[in-house]
């Protein structure tokens, strides 16, 4: 058998190359990386042309790019300057079956050449499909105002088209209706399971170690699996290869220190390199909100946190690398004697990929192992903890055909989850299970001969182990360039997932962020909307993604984006907070409703975003506006989980003035509807009979709880708040600069309601005006 796999093994590889061999016998391919003269780093998503010809491609995340069925000749290879950068151009002799290699470096713009310029984000406009997807830099996350002078990826997804989030104090992003455990979260390939600190305001990610973050809102690719409803993917920058660099900062909120440099320099046209990056911050916000905050609270804000990430790379001369890295974050609560709470994530692991010297294939792979652990102690209650650990890994192969791609690979994962709670009602629910996941997928990219047509069908099939279910996944999206400003778009797919969260999406406010594997113990049966009673055929979370949009450039530097969107819950799973009984054979009679763990649910979000975008020189203005609506039911009624917000805008505005540029003033402002919820119909003595049958219900003293009213759902009054900060730049020598900035989030001090507490009949806000001051160290 295992000769058998081997001669298998052995054909199919001799297939690819026949093919590859075959294909490329009579045209000849470029292909390469681009990077920094200055730092060694990749530059992303530039144009890489044959002057003259229609012959050219984008370099991706790593810098490569590879320009394929070339006629044998001599060209003139082009990098446009759109980035900043100066324009190169290189004479390159093409031969019949010539694969060439090449490093190209780019030097920071000192003289406009006289060359024909073609924008780079024009160019991915029409080559690319873009369906419900952001692409975030550095560069874009440093022009919004943040908490402490330091810019956050979390900051900046708060403003992003069909995100709402819920509150500045233990508040969590949803995605065009998808809870957290709905939306996937990758830093180097490697899954992180809690990507957000408590204080809503902070990530676990330094902004300064992203190269570049893919945020998909929805209708993803076949490449990603196992979330219904979004997709984060981080890619975490190399270090500098020529020197040793760094940064240090420090606010009110926290410090943060950063170091990078070279292992083994690289030089032009040089061999291997090698480098490192390092990254650490903290928060001592409990400290310090006492002095300065204590207007908030005198015993101050009680969320503090640690963050560390370190990353080692090494590159080959011919472009190949492998990069290991290792992380561990930590963030710790302790809410007003109420409870207290923390959590710990680590882990660590690698990515590869590979140039084959005779072979138009790209190979990337990547493998990790990482934990997170949560612990939950409530004043008076049994605690509760949660705990997920598991590996990832996958391969893929990118083959490239003129401007057509074909992209296939395969993943493979496993995590075991531990998970000890009890609910309001006072029931034990357990979970220890271990499970593993198989995924493929194949991905064809196809771009009509003048490039009106971009089409990408796509197919994954994931085989969930420990519920013994196969999910097949087809997938495809689309662009159509109607004219050169005017372009459609469209994207669907079918979606799964395992992974259940361990709260439920009524609950307005939970600290406790923990995993469980999907059960084997669902109810056989669920009653739909339309009073359906249907069996439970798999234990799989499903869902449907529907996307269409346009695509408008107004003028040269102003853009239009509009999308609309549907997701269709077939089936999720959620924690059944109505559970009173055991479920053992004694209780064979009672309803699944009041015995089982979870239950089903379906669900559906639709809505439209519009994004209006200015960027020239020194302006940036950046207009959101997301219209959404989002509901579920639990086969009793139909109810608005408490993140549905009908309307939700964003303004985002920044200016760089002075001599020198060494100004600059952001701001931004953010409105919303209010979020819904059912007014308290009235209050009762809960009796929890801890000592069972033999507890004295006349005598015992029980808690005071609540029951909802059963008239209409109500609305919390409108959301809005400024951010602003003002930062000034020194340049003390040539490769060291000093930041200073001062800054404050909730400018006019909007009172925002966070959430009401029922028993203790007390109104929660939102946090008030926060002033703040940074300085940032550059060298």
Do not use: C
């Amino acid at each position: 058998m295992s000769s058998l796999k081997i001669s298998l093994k052995k054909i199919f590889f001799a297939f690819l190359l026949i093919l590859s061999t075959a294909s490329f016998a009579q045209v000849g391919t470029i292909r390469g990386f681009v990077y920094l003269k200055d730092s060694g780093e990749p530059v992303l998503f530039t144009n890489v042309i044959l002057k003259g010809t229609t012959h050219g491609n984008a370099t991706d995340v790593n810098g490569y790019f590879s320009i394929t069925q070339i006629p044998p000749g001599t060209y003139t290879l082009m990098i446009t300057s759109s980035l900043g950068y100066d324009s190169l151009l290189e004479t390159i002799n093409v031969k019949a079956g010539d694969i060439i290699t090449k490093k190209l470096y780019l030097t920071t713009l000192n003289i406009k050449l006289n060359v024909v310029e073609i924008s780079a984000e024009q160019e991915a406009k029409q080559s690319e499909t873009r369906v419900s997807v952001n692409k975030i830099d550095p560069i874009s996350i440093k022009k919004l105002p943040s908490v402490g002078g330091e810019p956050d990826l979390a900051q900046y997804l708060q403003v992003l088209p069909g995100v709402i989030f819920t509150g500045d104090q233990g508040g969590q992003l949803y995605i065009r209706g998808g809870s957290p455990i709905q939306n996937k979260v990758l830093l180097d390939g490697m899954i992180v399971y809690n990507p957000f600190h408590s204080i809503g305001l902070f990530s676990v990610f330094d902004a300064d170690i992203i190269r570049n973050a893919d945020v998909y809102s929805g209708g993803f690719g076949a490449e990603y699996g196992g979330r219904i409803s979004s997709i984060m993917d981080i890619t975490t920058r190399d270090g500098n290869k020529k020197r040793v660099a760094g940064k240090v900062a420090a606010s009110p909120f926290g410090a943060k220190v950063l170091a990078e440099g070279p292992l083994i320099k690289y030089k032009e046209g040089g061999k291997a390199t090698a480098s490192f990056i390092i990254s650490a911050k903290t928060s001592y916000l409990p400290t310090t909100s006492k002095l300065l905050y204590s207007y908030i609270d005198t015993a101050g804000l009680p969320f503090s946190f640690n963050d560390y990430y370190a990353k080692v790379s090494f590159n080959a001369n011919n472009g190949s690398k492998l990069n290991l890295f290792g992380f561990n974050f930590n963030d710790k609560v302790k809410y007003k004697a109420i409870q207290d709470m923390n959590w710990d994530s680590y882990g660590g692991g690698g990515n590869f990929l590979l140039v084959p010297q005779n072979s138009p294939i790209l190979v990337t792979g990547n493998f990790a192992y990482s934990e997170y652990k949560i612990k939950l102690e409530p004043e008076g209650e049994a605690p509760k903890t949660s705990a997920i650990k598991g590996f990832n890994m996958g391969v893929g192969f990118t083959y490239f055909t003129g401007k057509n791609e074909v992209n296939y690979g395969l993943e493979v994962l496993g995590f075991r989850t531990d998970f000890d709670f009890y609910n309001s009602l006072n029931r034990h629910i357990s979970q220890a299970e271990s499970t593993t996941e198989i995924g493929g997928y194949v991905k064809y990219k196809y771009v009509s001969k003048h490039k009106k047509l971009l089409l990408e069908p796509s197919f994954r099939a994931m085989y969930y182990a420990s519920l013994a279910n196969f999910s097949p996944e087809p997938r495809i999206s689309l662009k159509w360039n109607i004219v050169p400003r005017v372009r459609f778009k469209f994207a669907a797919g079918m979606y799964s997932q395992n992974l259940i969260s361990a709260n439920s999406d009524r609950d307005v406010v939970n600290l406790f962020y923990g995993f469980l594997s999907g059960p084997d113990n669902l109810p056989e049966h669920y009653t739909d909307e339309n009073g359906n009673v249907k069996e439970v055929k798999q234990k799989l979370q499903k869902a449907n993604h529907y996307v269409a949009g346009f695509e408008f450039d107004l003028g040269k530097h102003l853009d239009l984006n509009v999308e609309a969107y549907r997701k269709d819950f077939k089936q999720l799973t959620n924690m059944n907070t109505n559970k009173i009984f055991d479920d053992n054979t004694s209780t064979a009679s009672v309803p699944d409703v009041l015995k089982k763990d979870f239950i089903i649910e379906t669900g559906r979000a639709q809505g439209i975003d519009f994004v209006l975008k200015y960027d020239y020189k020194r302006v940036y203005l950046w207009f959101v506006y997301s219209l959404g609506y989002v509901t579920r039911w639990d086969g009793i009624e139909t109810y608005r989980p408490h993140f549905d917000r009908r309307h939700n805008a964003n303004i985002v505005a920044s200016y760089i003035f002075g001599k020198n540029r060494n100004w600059e003033f952001g701001l931004r402002w953010n409105i919303g509807s209010g979020f819904p919820y059912k007014p308290t119909g009235g209050f009762y003595e809960d009796q929890n009979f801890t000592s069972g049958i033999n507890t004295n219900y006349v005598s015992s003293q029980g808690d005071l709880n609540y029951f909802f009213s059963k008239g209409e759902v109500h609305e919390l009054p409108w959301y809005h708040r400024m951010d602003v900060n003002l930062k000034r730049t020194f340049l003390l020598f040539e490769n060291t600069k000093l930041e200073a900035a001062v800054g404050a989030t909730n400018v006019y001090n909007r009172q925002n309601v966070f959430y009401f507490d029922r028993v203790r009949y007390k109104r929660v806000d939102q946090l008030p005006f926060l002033p703040s001051a940074s300085i940032v160290m550059t060298f």
